[in-house]
């Protein structure tokens, strides 16, 4: 673990992309000291371009963009490293299961896994948000964490098939071991650069999916968050009436914070696999990002 | 004007009607969609095009609300209220004709009535409620009888569409008929093109008014919504739209100075009310005081709400009378500038008011109680996807925090918010009552008890037996001085109670091009209600003013 | 055979699985969705009207299980019933419509996306560690994380606004009538361009990593190292020895990409008013079309399984190691 840690600090594009994971984090903390106005209040006339009392301009009715930004932040934070944490949490717990203990709870968990694996899971993601109505960010937290373990569990499975056999677990279940310390003390840290992986992509995929579910008009409109900037922003034809401030500013913030994690995540990769021996788990994140991707 | 000249040589092989040099097309934009399906069943209100109704079925009259409410007459060249306001008779044209070339008669308008009667899902006006019978009286003239005694029978019969007999009676199932080669009596019956991405609705040969019409197609292309409108708008391709164009001046007048215009008629009246029976009951006793209605209206920015949320384009509505700009000729002085500083934007004077009747602070929670000192908190509703209106929310509790109040926003799902306007389980909304022919409809859609439940328009719920009898009067009553004496006494009572907050009209869309057609209605000479929308049947009347620029 | 059987037994449970949550998820949730359909559809309607309507379209109140048995069966006669916006266009012609423009659209994304990256990917690999490497692989990672709808709109506001080089919306001039004529067609190819070149960009990423590990994986391999050895070309090696091991993998991900492509691109179809199916899934939604939403999850369920069995039998066919298990 600590070698790891130690390569993990030599590289440039972790370094790079934790510095800016960090930078919106504390952004998003420290928004009550950066700017004096309540996000959800008119404090100008609308549609203001930036200048020194709004420095990215005012929305629509008036809101500081900037103000927004800040808050808005929070949100996309809270529900992208939220959910992703459940994803990984329930993904991690089937997967080591589904690999380690074997037979009918194998067949079972990845009955399930395949399951949610073949049916369409953003278009499903979609409706859903649509019947609950007004979903406020921590019910797409939630649903997001229900639709969207399956390939956490069944890359983790896979691994948790691999080091089964190395000689270490072997010789804890000689000693008789209880199989709960078995995944959880000798399975569990030798798959952790999967589950890292999978953290990184799921909080990725939860920032992309809560922002585009809102987008598109699924969301709660009294939430603060880029989604949300986004979707008032396109309703109003900002691009069209030239208010480029209202819609690009949560556009690069979404860069900012998916270049971030993405780099995080290229690093994680790289550094738990020096030739990439564990089987392609970030490819294959990548073709799960590219099946939300080409969807929504 | 390149592309359509080939495009319309295409049409013209298959529609047998004039020479193309002489066709003029006006493109139009009514209804935003991702793909068109044939539908001009005009009985279809959810799925049929919004080009059905006046376009293909020619209404019997046509009021002109922005004309004194003066009768156009259509299809029928006159109409007869009996003495005792029990029935109605209508005389049709002599000589009118189907599109077909088969004659309209009052044989038609019969069957029409009875076709409906006996599928009541098509009686989207419930007609069968309000009249008893429907008689051909000879070959021009029919007769209904109504269920009650009315003065304003004419504005409900006037509705509904009038089909032709020899081809409906052969359709069985006419909810689902999609009428595709809709035979009509209108100006434009003949759809010569038809794909997923436009259609177009062509001349009728017979029709009976056919001197004045100076269009032959309309022109109907796809739209998915504001924003493709508001490319094509810009573009100089629609003649004649409907939509909301955000900050029409910079997107849409600037692109053409010249040619692209726009005016906004006040439309419905757009309003904030109280649930009177609401379950919680502190806020049922604030909901009740007068004192407490009054200082809420008085927190409302109405001026904002309209500026800010609506761009300007809705119309200030600061009536108690909620009257506004659209039945001001029925308005009385007198109430207003005795009421009227309850619906102006008065901060102090709202927290004076209630500070004189005991609403303060009493659990230092930072918001005001009742004066018994049980608290005060509720949500206004708005539906989730109206932004506008979301806007207006967001500026009235501004008001109501700064004032002290304890209100907050629920955005439900549009069909949750209507839902529990209808069933009263809500404390405060935002709601809106569509304009008609007269302030009575106002009223007697918001006030009449017998609808408690049944419509979101009494969604506040309060009820006053003597403004009930003035209604009653009111419809009964033909002669109009005797009508406005009612009036004048019915909006007293509205003005004095407050049971709703009036802020403003909303705008109807109406954005034109004089480039291809002159003859547009406008602010300089407002003829007639522009808008195209289905809502307003006026717009016959202004297709049929529109003339091709030499 | 017996491992094709016991999966196709998999994926018709997975299909009820779907077919059943598809029935229940409009059920459970608030409001009555009938009423909400037709109220999202059209203007106010009186009560009498609107009892004597959902009569017409046939929901009539029956129980639960026979509501389900009525639905299961015209899930397998294929019959999705009728739009209720679109009235009365069936389901199936509805999505047929928009079928061909979401194939095309995606079709030629997928492709372009699939050679660009796997072209990219082999080159990335062979110079691993170079400029080159880090800067497509980590583009190429960063393009996946970058949400299609801010790609799509700043897309259409520089090109499709400001430059005024692409129309902003359609598939093809609407004043044209389908045709394989030269202007219907090159129309097409002008409004395809923006939504194309947007989706090829964020799909391209997963292509090219997927192909740049599976490279570095097996330019480990000994055939490989000798190859080099026995001073076979750089390029010769390259593409003819390590690629072509490298591509199978990448092979089957491209079925299951296939396997999306009912999905539509939901996001680039709406910013670019694109009429295929991802658009009318969305429509169907905002206007809770039921019948609609429900034929679109069962038809891209049914493509993704199919998708999934295509890869297994390419795996059967693939690893004789499978045959017998």
């Known amino acids: 673990m600590g070698a790891v840690l130690k390569s993990f600090a030599h590289n440039r594009k972790a370094l790079t992309g934790l510095v800016i994971v960090a930078i919106i984090v504390a952004l998003a903390i420290a928004a009550p000291w950066l700017t004096e106005y309540d996000p959800t209040r008119r404090v100008g006339r609308p549609h203001q371009p930036p200048s020194w009392d709004h420095w990215l301009g005012t929305t629509r009715i008036g809101q500081d963009v900037f103000a927004r930004l800040l808050y808005g932040a929070r949100t996309s934070l809270a529900v992208g490293f939220g959910a992703g944490l459940l994803i990984t949490v329930v993904g991690t717990i089937f997967g080591i299961l589904a690999g380690y203990k074997g037979g009918r709870t194998d067949e079972v968990i990845s009955f399930f896994t395949n399951m949610v694996l073949v049916v369409p899971n953003l278009p499903l993601l979609l409706v859903l948000a649509a019947f609950i109505g007004q979903a406020s960010p921590w019910v797409i937290a939630l649903i997001l964490g229900a639709t969207s373990w399956a390939w956490g569990a069944r890359v983790t499975r896979a691994e948790t098939l691999s080091v089964k056999q190395k000689d270490f677990v072997k010789s804890a279940e000689m000693l008789g071991e209880p199989s709960w310390r078995i995944m959880l003390f000798e399975i569990f840290p030798n798959v952790i650069s999967i589950v890292g992986i999978n953290f990184v992509g799921s909080v990725i995929f939860a920032v992309i999916t809560e922002a585009t579910l809102e987008f598109l008009g699924l969301g709660d409109p009294k939430t603060v968050s880029w989604g949300m900037m986004l979707f008032n922003a396109q309703n109003a034809s900002a691009l069209q009436v030239g208010a480029w401030w209202d819609i690009l500013s949560p556009c690069f913030a979404l860069i900012a914070l998916g270049a971030g994690l993405s780099l995080l995540n290229f690093a994680v990769d790289e550094v738990a696999n020096p030739r990439l021996r564990t089987g392609n788990t970030l490819s294959r994140w990548s073709l799960l990002m590219r099946r939300g991707e080409g969807r929504l | 004007m390149k592309p359509f000249s080939a495009l319309l040589a295409m049409t013209m092989l298959g529609a047998l009607t004039l020479p193309a040099a002489a066709q003029t097309v006006l493109t139009v934009n009514i209804e935003p969609a991702t793909t068109w399906v044939r539908n001009f069943n005009p009985f279809n209100q959810t799925s049929a095009r919004q080009s059905t109704l006046d376009f293909i079925y020619e209404p019997l009259v046509v009021f002109n609300r922005l004309d004194n409410n003066k009768p156009n007459y259509r299809l029928a060249e006159s109409y007869k209220l009996a003495e005792d306001l029990k029935s109605i008779e209508f005389k049709l044209r002599d000589g009118l004709k189907w599109s077909d070339g088969q004659p309209l008669t009052a044989a038609d308008v019969v069957f029409t009535y009875n076709y409906i009667k006996q599928y009541p899902a098509l009686d989207f006006v419930s007609i069968w409620q309000f009249i008893s019978g429907v008689e051909q009286v000879d070959k021009q003239t029919v007769r209904f009888t109504l269920r009650q005694p009315s003065a304003l029978a004419v504005d409900r019969l006037i509705a509904l569409p009038i089909v032709p007999e020899h081809v409906w009676k052969g359709i069985t199932e006419p909810v689902t008929f999609a009428n595709e080669n809709p035979v009509g009596s209108g100006p434009m019956t003949e759809v010569t093109r038809f794909t997923p991405q436009t259609y177009d609705q062509c001349r009728n040969l017979h029709y009976w008014d056919s001197t004045r019409l100076s269009v032959d197609c309309m022109r109907f292309p796809q739209l998915a919504d504001n924003n493709q409108i508001l490319a094509a708008s810009a573009s100089g391709q629609l003649d004649w739209g409907v939509a909301f164009l955000p900050d029409v001046e910079k997107t849409f007048v600037a692109k053409d100075p010249q040619h692209h215009r726009y005016w906004y008629v006040a439309g419905s009246m757009v309003e904030f009310l109280f649930n009177q029976e609401t379950s919680n009951e502190n806020n049922r006793k604030a909901f009740r005081d007068l004192n407490f209605r009054r200082a809420v209206s008085m927190t409302l920015d109405r001026k904002a709400m309209v500026d800010v949320a609506g761009y300007g384009y809705p119309t200030l509505n600061e009536d108690p009378t909620a009257f506004g700009d659209v039945y001001k000729m029925w308005l009385d002085p007198k109430v207003k500038a005795e009421f009227s500083k309850y619906t102006t934007y008065d901060l102090d004077g709202a927290k004076a008011l209630l500070d004189k009747a005991g609403y303060v602070d009493k659990n230092k929670d930072g918001f005001r109680d009742n004066p018994d000192g049980t608290p005060i908190a509720f949500n206004i509703i708005v539906p989730n996807s109206w932004s506008d209106w979301i806007d207006t929310v967001q500026i009235a509790i501004e008001g109501m925090r700064e004032a002290g109040i304890n209100a907050s926003m629920g955005t439900p799902e549009e069909a949750v918010w209507s839902q529990n306007l209808i069933s009263g389980s809500f404390d405060a909304a935002i709601n809106s009552i569509s304009v008609a022919a007269s302030p009575y409809y106002l009223y007697q859609r918001a006030f009449t008890k017998a609808d408690a439940g049944k419509t979101r328009f009494t969604a506040q719920r309060w009820f006053n037996e003597e403004l009930e009898g003035l209604l009653a009067r009111f419809a009964q009553t033909p002669d109009q001085a005797q009508q406005k004496t009612i009036m004048n006494s019915a909006q007293r009572i509205v003005a004095e109670n407050l049971p709703i907050f009036p802020v403003y009209n909303s705008a109807t869309w109406y954005q034109y091009n004089t480039k291809r057609f002159t003859g547009w209605a406008s602010g300089e000479n407002p003829f007639v209600n522009p808008t195209i929308s289905r809502q307003n049947p006026a717009r016959l009347l202004h297709l049929l003013a529109l003339k091709p620029v030499k | ?325």
């Not at chain 3, 309507?53 to 015209?74: A, E, I, M, N, R």
């Not at chain 3, 001073?231 to 090696?237: F, H, Q």
């Not at chain 3, 091991?245 to 179809?269: D, K, M, Q, R, Y």
């Open chain 3, 1 to 325: 055979m017996a491992f094709l059987f016991r999966r196709l037994g998999f994926y018709l449970a997975a299909f009820l699985a779907a077919a059943t949550v598809n029935f229940f998820l409009p059920r459970l949730m608030p409001g009555d969705p009938i009423e909400i359909m037709f109220s999202s559809a059209g203007s106010d309607l009186s009560v009498e009207n609107l009892e004597a309507l959902k009569l017409t379209f046939g929901f009539v109140d029956g129980p639960l299980w026979q509501q389900y048995l009525t639905y299961l069966q015209s899930v397998f006669t294929g019959d999705l019933g009728r739009s209720i916006k679109y009235y009365p266009l069936a389901v199936t012609e509805l999505l047929g419509r928009a079928l061909i423009w979401t194939v095309g659209l995606m079709g030629t994304a997928t492709l372009i996306s699939f050679t660009l990256g796997t072209v990219l990917g082999i080159m990335a690999a062979w110079r691993r560690g170079s400029t080159f490497d880090v800067v497509f692989s980590v583009g190429a990672i960063m393009a996946t994380s970058m949400p299609a709808m801010v790609l799509s709109l700043v897309a259409l506001f520089f090109f499709g606004f400001e430059l005024n080089w692409f129309p902003t919306g359609y598939a093809a001039d609407p004043a044209l009538d389908p045709a394989f004529s030269w202007q219907y067609v090159s129309s097409v190819v002008r409004h395809g361009i923006l939504p194309v070149l947007t989706l090829s960009t964020v799909l391209t990423g997963g292509f090219l990593v997927t192909m740049r590990n599976n490279m570095i994986n097996l330019l480990g391999e000994d055939y490989i190292v000798m190859a080099r050895a026995k001073g076979l070309s750089d390029s010769r090696v390259m593409f003819w020895y390590a690629a072509r091991n490298a591509l199978l993998p990448t092979v089957s991900s491209l079925a299951i990409a296939i396997g999306t492509v009912l999905g539509g691109s939901l996001v680039t179809e709406v910013v670019f008013n694109y009429p295929g199916l991802g658009n009318t899934l969305y429509q169907a939604i905002l206007a809770r079309d039921y019948p609609v939403i429900q034929g679109q999850l069962l038809i891209m369920t049914l493509a993704m399984l199919t998708a999934n069995f295509i890869v297994d039998i390419s795996y059967v066919l693939l690893d004789p190691r499978l045959r017998s298990a």
